[in-house]
């Protein structure tokens, strides 16, 4: 399935740099070509020979060490691979990664690249969840690229929870399905934007106006939309969920910073399904301090935010636009009326108070509406299960292939 594929590995300095070997030796076994590129960290763990024999090919290590003269190595090899992966990929690299430092070969060859560069991380649980390491990790996301999630377990350093190297079969598996995705793939070819979570309006430094959205449903359609081959856009506010694999993330705050990031991919986009619940007011005025207690009762005047779902909707031309209506009565009702007045393709409804359903839930109830005037009921689901047969059903409508959903 790998046959002729060209992989670049670059090796980071971390006790999973063993794993990084197995990685490589079942790369080769499935027909890739790789290529290895280690820091000196990296080689205090292992030699290159080990890779070298793991890979058939020359381990390179040192920007100056020009094996061929020919051409500028680490030029050479970012040309020359159709993935890279960085595993073990470390603190140290992801933050260099981030803001664009370039002081070794792995990092020279990575920002010379411009092929898909997929990172796994391995480190204390401790290191990855410190707010640095996250915020350059958000920020590579948004550089579009692909993070393989650590996995949970017993660490060299004697903790217990999220740091351990993502196995290397697992790893493999992936590389797999990323180059056996066929053409025919229903989303192939296609972008979809999908918006995920609350919004945040900031009344004071500590204070803000939001709701009770988890981003769980969103999140799903946005797997679900990959899985399907799509070129997927996710721009979450703010929620604590993992970031799906083959996902472009883009984190916002504000309903303001929401509309921006919606309307900076809208015209490039061929889906777009917009599952935010997006405050539908803010403060009108923002405190630069925080508001002391008073004695008393104390009102905050608010100003309507710009409705983001009716802009779309103005200046939609051949997307396909879908909404969301959070209801808790008359859903059918309140979900018909904003799909006219909206211009939308399709509306997806719930009662945020039915108990299978509603914010927070890993379960969801509703019903799609189309702008033909059908309604779809679906039955309570896995938001995961749920996501991928929206995205179907919807697919299947728009080919008039009949639903027996």
Known sequence: MLLNKKILVCVTGGIAVYKAVALVSKLTQAGAEVKVIMTDSAMEFVTPLSFQVMSRNDVYYDTFDEKDSSVVAHIDLADWADLVIVAPATANVIGKLAIGIADNMVTTTLLATTAEVWIAPAMNVHMYENKAVIRNIQQLHEDGYRFIEPAEGFLACGYVGKGRLEEPEKIVQLIMEKFSQVT??????????????????????????????????????????????????????????????????????????????????????????????????????????????????????????????????????????????????????????????????????????????????????????????KTYPFEAMHKKQLAKVLVKTILDLERDVPNDS
């Open 184 to 373: 025919d793939l229903p989303l192939a070819g296609k972008k979809v934007v999908v918006t995920a979570g609350p919004t945040r309006e900031r009344i004071d430094p500590v204070r803000y106006i939001s709701n009770f959205s988890s981003g769980k449903m969103g999140y799903s359609l946005a797997e679900a939309a990959v899985a399907l081959g799509a070129e997927t856009v996710l721009i979450s506010g703010p929620v604590e969920l993992p970031i799906p694999n083959g996902v472009q993330l883009i984190n916002v705050e504000s309903a303001a910073e929401m509309l921006e990031a919606v309307l900076s991919e809208f015209n490039n986009a061929d889906v777009v399904i917009k599952s935010a619940a997006v405050a539908d007011y803010r403060p009108k005025e923002q405190h630069s301090q925080k508001m002391k207690k008073q004695d008393g009762d104390s009102s905050i005047e608010l100003e309507r935010t710009t409705d983001i779902l009716k802009t779309l909707g103005e200046r939609k031309k051949e997307q396909i636009l879908v909404g969301f209506a959070a209801e808790t009565n008359d859903a059918i009702e309140y979900g018909m009326k904003k799909l006219s007045d909206k211009n939308l393709d399709y509306i997806i409804v719930n009662d945020v108070t039915d108990p299978d359903g509603g914010f927070g839930n890993d379960t969801n109830v509703v019903t799609l509406l189309s702008r033909k005037g």
